[in-house]
């Protein structure tokens, strides 16, 4: 079945420091992959996606590239800020069809001044 | 910039009664769905509809659950008789194409239900 693997957390860092948030992903077909973002109180929101293998997906200093041969999707800022500070989330769609976004079960971070 | 609408932000209900939430998806998007999050964790897919009939559902979309899209804007959930595990955030969302390559989610802010 399609399902979405990524790090438990939380994830606590320091103001500018490096993130990675990994992600993983089984999906029959080619799915499309996605980060979404929860800030507390809020509904979800699309960070960045990715359509097809090797596409860099990128907003905001955040990044994923879509690695095929690895199944993964790991998320990625060079400098983190406090404002940061939200669950994110990884996704995918599936490519053959249907109608459903898959969820990971979402990574929270926090950033620390 | 358009956005997706829900209302109630929070509602309360009694266990046994019936609740209905209501969305406005984004005016020019054809595909609408409900997920909901419970306390913070996984956001699960419940149900997703496209030309007035629902395209997919999952387990948790049992004979409790109903979706309707009545007059071209709203598209509502209700939940027939509401348990206690039913008690989450229930998020809506729009999309503009299906489940391919820029399916990307409309997310609202969500409805909080809390059944005592």
């Known amino acids: 079945g399609n399902s979405v693997t990524q790090m438990e957390g939380p994830v606590t860092l320091s103001e500018e420091a490096f993130l990675t948030i990994n992600c993983t992903y089984t999906?029959?077909?080619?799915?499309?992959l996605f980060w979404y973002v929860q800030y507390p109180g809020e509904g979800l929101q699309l960070l960045l996606k990715?359509?097809?293998?090797?596409d860099k997906g990128s907003n905001k200093g955040f990044e994923a590239t879509y690695r095929k041969e690895t199944t993964s999707f790991h998320l990625e800022k060079g400098s983190v800020q406090v404002s940061d500070s939200a669950v994110y989330f990884c996704?995918?769609?599936?490519?053959?069809?249907?109608?459903?976004?898959?969820f990971g079960a979402g990574t929270r971070l926090f950033v620390k001044a | 910039e358009p956005e997706v609408t829900q209302t109630p932000s929070h509602q309360v209900t009694q266990m046994g009664q019936e609740v209905i939430l209501r969305c406005v998806p984004i005016?020019?998007?054809?595909?609408f769905y409900w997920y909901r999050q419970i306390l913070g964790q996984k956001v699960e897919f419940l149900v997703s509809?496209?030309?007035?009939?629902?395209?997919?559902k999952s387990e948790i979309f049992d004979d409790q659950f109903s979706v309707e899209r009545p007059d071209g804007s709203n598209f509502t959930l209700k939940i027939r008789s509401t348990k206690l595990e039913d008690s989450a955030m229930y998020f809506c969302?729009?999309?503009?194409?299906?489940?391919?390559?820029?399916?990307?989610?409309?997310f609202g802010e969500g409805s909080r239900l809390t059944v005592l």
């Open positions: 999906a029959t077909g080619y799915p499309s």
């Open positions: 005016s020019n998007h054809l595909y």
């Open positions: 969302a729009s999309s503009g194409v299906a489940g391919g390559s820029t399916g990307e989610l409309f």
């Open positions: 990715a359509t097809k293998a090797d």
């Open positions: 996704a995918l769609i599936r490519n053959t069809g249907g109608f459903k976004t898959i």
């Open positions: 509809f496209y030309n007035n009939e629902i395209s997919e």
